[in-house]
């Protein structure tokens, strides 16, 4: 046995199984969730299957992006998590391919009509409550009051503490965006949003660096996935998570398979161990603390309970929309942050 590794035992067993010959081919997959999760999933996958993975973490709007640029020849074969509103708009643009997966039968309610939603082109692989997190030690030394609703944020007590994604590049952002626009109506959410700029002391690329700096104390209060701060805080950071008063916005996170993929085959074996028990505990094992649409997951202990939480009832179909994503943006972009 000597100089015959474990992962290549697994990986000829895999192979004879699946009848695919002797060379291992790679896959590419663009992964939209933390980097610690991505990094444990290239980890496992690699090991089940003996495939060479290159897994490379993005933002979910810089992923949409990328998959838009290289349509007339993909270099990607998975688009694994980030907001599902996103990858809606890039089935609408008939960039994906359309897979039943072999799990969809043991999806939750809200994660089949996702799949319904798409079309049979994306599946929902976790969901997750958005609202914002604080220093409970910065707002303590500060003095200042402890923020409760999303009006709250656009006080002037706050200004220059609070750091929020820019939706062109994240899909929290664009989440926050789509929640304000549903709960506020578009004409007050954006007046909102230009009170709120005020207080904005930057936009991030990535939805999770908002919370991850709060934590640390390099800005008072991030607008973030609860999940992303739960984590946070069991890391040992003093942070509160506050499920905003007026409601908080949802995500459904999910895996597509890009269309012209070039690893066909390897690509439809991904997206069913994404959606496999086995492959959604790489998130609880990795720290994440995402609800997983698998009936036959284990939830992860710290998840908030999104059954306790008010929440926007989330127009998937509008805000999965590409012309609806473009007329925010562009919106966004002019009003807001061109002034910040
Ligand atoms: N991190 C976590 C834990 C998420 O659940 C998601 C959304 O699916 C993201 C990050 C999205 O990242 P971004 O806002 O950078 O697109």
């Not at 590794?5 to 060379?23: D, F, K, P, R, Y």
């Not at 049979?120 to 303590?140: K, Q, T, V």
Request: charged share 20%; aromatic share 8%.
């Amino acid at each position: 046995m000597r100089g015959i590794t474990a992962l290549s035992v697994v990986a000829a067993l895999w192979m004879a199984s699946a009848g695919t010959g002797t060379t291992a081919p790679s896959l590419t997959v663009l992964c939209g969730v933390d980097e610690t999760w991505c990094a444990a999933m290239k980890t496992a996958y690699e090991a089940k299957s003996g495939l060479e993975i290159s897994m490379t973490r993005k933002s979910t709007g810089e992923i949409f992006n990328q998959i838009r640029a290289e349509k007339a020849a993909p270099t990607v074969d998975v688009w694994w998590g980030g907001t599902g509103d996103t990858h809606l708009q890039a089935g609408s643009e008939n960039l994906l391919e359309p897979y039943q997966p072999a799990h969809e039968r043991d999806m939750l309610p809200w994660a089949q009509n996702f799949f319904a939603m798409s079309g049979g082109r994306s599946a929902g692989i976790y969901a997750g409550a958005l609202g914002f997190a604080y220093n409970a030690d910065l707002l303590r030394e500060l003095k200042l009051p402890a923020p409760t609703c999303w009006k709250d944020l656009a006080d002037t007590t706050y200004r220059g503490r609070i750091q929020s994604g820019n939706p062109s590049s994240s899909g929290t952002a664009f989440t926050t965006l789509a929640t304000l626009v549903q709960l506020f109506g578009e004409d007050e959410a954006f007046r909102y949003l230009a009170a709120l700029n005020r207080n904005i002391e930057r936009y991030t690329t990535s939805g999770a660096a908002p919370v991850k700096a709060a934590a640390r104390g390099k800005t008072l209060i991030g607008i973030s996935f609860m999940h992303d701060a739960v984590t946070q805080k069991q890391a040992g950071f003093p942070l509160v998570i506050v499920a905003p008063c007026e409601g908080a916005g949802y995500e459904i996170g999910a895996v597509s398979i890009v269309k012209g993929a070039r690893n066909l085959a390897e690509a439809k074996r991904f997206v069913d161990f994404a959606l496999s028990p086995e492959g959604q505990g790489t998130g609880a094992a990795s720290g994440q603390n995402q609800v997983p649409s698998n009936a036959n997951s284990s939830l992860p202990s710290a998840a908030p309970d999104i059954s306790m939480i008010k929440m926007v009832d989330y127009d998937f179909a509008t805000f999965g929309s590409p012309d609806e994503r473009s007329r925010l943006l562009h919106r966004f972009n002019a009003e807001i942050a061109a002034t910040n």
